[in-house]
């Protein structure tokens, strides 16, 4: 039997070459090939010369693979992902540690600290069904401690909570002690109405009179800014700080100003939760969200603020005034012993509002921006005196310490709804207050203790539709007539013709006056 033949050789070496490129085919994971890897392995494996090389065959061939990308490999290692949860745990976990000295000192500081007790505003929060949770206030009670170290306050209170679309505004509302708030930058909008000024003067100053053909001007005249209230004053008559998360830094926010009140009234905007963010609205609004957030919190705090009757007083100083005056303080009233809890979730009439209300001026009181100086009235004249309009007739709101039965409904909506906590057990209940015109807001009361709070998104009530505000009336075009209209351009022959006519009539005119020359000698004559 004849043996078989061998294959020919031109198909082995084929062979050989096509399994060649197939460990020549690089991974599309990792970039590298099976030819060059075993080449390394097995140049590994004869310089190092291991004992049990077949053991460890796998082990070895995973540190060539690492070896050739060093850095990617060292990345993956050092780099650890650390959760947003675990870096805020970290900055709250400062809030629950103490800080040094004796406890007597402590005990001491504690006395004469401004810090509320809102483990007890919870407490009646919750028996009211409205609050954040023990948790969560237990954390903001220690950030409001942390404040309340960094910053020389009289006064402190948390005002509750703003949502947002990104992030959320924890609010504290403070007061400073005398002498010891900073100072604030001039408005902006103030130095630019004098530079404007400045300029219009300059402009007149240099006008030049004998002009031919001058150019028109306008006669717009802008009308003034009302100035914005000052600090312990009106809407401006506390400072608040926000801050996204307890144990995060508090900002304080900036100063209210009337332009910023009245933009807000017309704007409806859910925040984000930055205070850098810019409010993108019509009609525009002059500022950031930080200052949105100001003006939405005087708003709330002028509209939703109450109190028990009772509570507060005006005082004997205060008292003796005129009656027609604007009252802008109270006092506590040391013989008020308390409403039933049941005649509170009644009758709104033993509800009191005890913050100043915002005029539509974006003031809580108001300010004439007709009013002239005196050296203006000296150098005009009389005629001009008289021809001046009417001074307008000063706005007046509801004073303070108003009840709650004046508050006038927003489509066909009561502005509040009062409730008790729970008809069980009556003794124990608390009186609550809710604001229909500002969801979120809420008040309760037991006994002599009361406090407000808000909690909701800081948009008002606007019924089951919005329209937003229209833009204005477009401006009138200039008035036509024979100075502005456009004509042709006259031809020679009428060019010629007027100079004739013209001509004419002045030759006339000269005659005319020579006869009555005549006639005046004549009548001397006689």
Same mark, same amino acid.
């Given at each position: 039997m !004849?043996?078989? $033949?061998?294959? #020919? /050789?031109n198909q082995t070496e084929e062979m050989t070459v096509n399994f060649k490129a197939f460990l020549l085919k690089n991974s599309t994971k990792s970039n590298i090939n099976l030819y060059d890897h075993l080449a390394r392995l097995l140049t590994k494996v004869m310089d190092e010369r291991p004992e049990n090389v077949v053991d460890i065959f796998e082990d070895m061939s995973r540190e060539v693979k690492r070896g050739i990308i060093p850095e990617t490999q060292s990345t993956l290692r050092d &780099?650890?992902?650390?959760? !947003? /949860?675990?870096? @805020? %745990?970290?900055?709250?976990r400062l809030l629950f540690s103490r800080g040094g000295g004796d406890e007597g000192d402590q005990e001491e500081e504690l006395v004469d600290t401004p810090l509320p007790n809102v483990g007890e505003l919870a407490f009646f929060l919750e028996q009211a069904g409205v609050g954040l949770g023990r948790e969560e206030m237990h954390r903001i009670f220690l950030a409001l401690k942390h404040l309340v170290d /960094?910053?020389? @306050?009289? =006064?402190? =209170?948390f005002w509750g909570k703003i949502l947002g679309t990104d992030s959320n505004y924890i609010v504290a509302e403070g007061e400073y002690r005398e002498g010891e708030e900073e100072e604030e930058e001039v408005v902006e909008e103030v130095v630019e109405e004098e530079e404007k000024r400045e300029a219009r003067e300059e402009e007149e100053d240099t006008e030049v009179v004998d002009v031919a053909d001058p150019l028109p001007r306008s006669t717009y005249k802008s #009308?003034?800014?009302v100035p914005k209230e000052e600090n312990r004053t009106g809407a401006n008559k506390y400072s608040y700080f926000v801050?996204?998360?307890?144990? @995060? #830094?508090? &900002?304080?926010?900036? %100063?209210v100003t009337p332009a910023q009140v009245t933009a807000a009234r017309h704007i409806r905007k859910f925040f984000t939760g930055r205070l850098d963010a810019p409010v993108v609205s019509y009609p525009p609004f002059p500022g950031n969200e930080a200052n949105y957030l100001r003006a939405q919190i005087a708003r709330i705090s002028a509209g939703s603020h109450v109190s028990p009757l009772g509570f507060y007083q005006f005082g004997e100083e205060e008292g003796e005034e005129e009656e027609e005056g604007a009252r802008d303080g109270y006092e506590e009233n040391p013989d008020f012993e308390g409403i039933p809890v049941h005649e509170m979730a009644e009758s709104l009439s033993a509800w009191v509002h005890h &913050?100043?209300?915002?005029l539509q001026q974006g003031r809580c009181v108001w300010v004439n921006q007709v009013e002239k100086p005196e050296e203006d009235f000296e150098e005009e004249g009389e005629e001009e005196k008289e021809e001046e309009p009417d001074e307008p007739e000063p706005e007046v709101g509801p004073p303070l310490l108003t009840p709650l039965t004046e508050d006038i409904e927003v489509l066909d909506t009561p502005p509040w709804s009062s409730r008790m906590s729970s008809h069980l057990i009556s003794q124990f209940a608390v009186a609550v207050l809710r604001s229909n015109l500002w969801p979120g807001a809420y008040s309760y009361a037991s006994g002599k203790k009361f406090e407000n709070i808000y909690i909701g998104w800081g948009v008002k009530f606007a019924g089951d539709g919005y329209t937003p505000t229209g833009p204005p009336a477009p401006q009138r075009e200039y008035p036509s007539g024979p100075e502005i209209t456009e004509a042709q351009d006259p031809s020679l022959e009428e060019e010629q013709a007027l100079? %004739? !006519?013209? *001509?004419?009539?002045? %030759?006339?005119? *000269?005659?005319a006056e020579g006869l009555d020359g005549e006639e005046e000698e004549e009548? $001397?004559?006689d």
């Open positions: !004849a043996s078989p $033949e061998p294959a #020919p /050789t &780099v650890a992902f650390i959760p !947003a /949860t675990q870096l @805020l %745990a970290e900055k709250q /960094t910053q020389p @306050l009289h =006064r402190c =209170r #009308p003034p800014v801050c996204t998360e307890p144990g @995060l #830094p508090w &900002v304080k926010l900036p %100063a &913050v100043q209300h915002i100079k %004739a !006519a013209l *001509e004419d009539q002045k %030759a006339a005119q *000269e005659e009548e $001397e004559d």
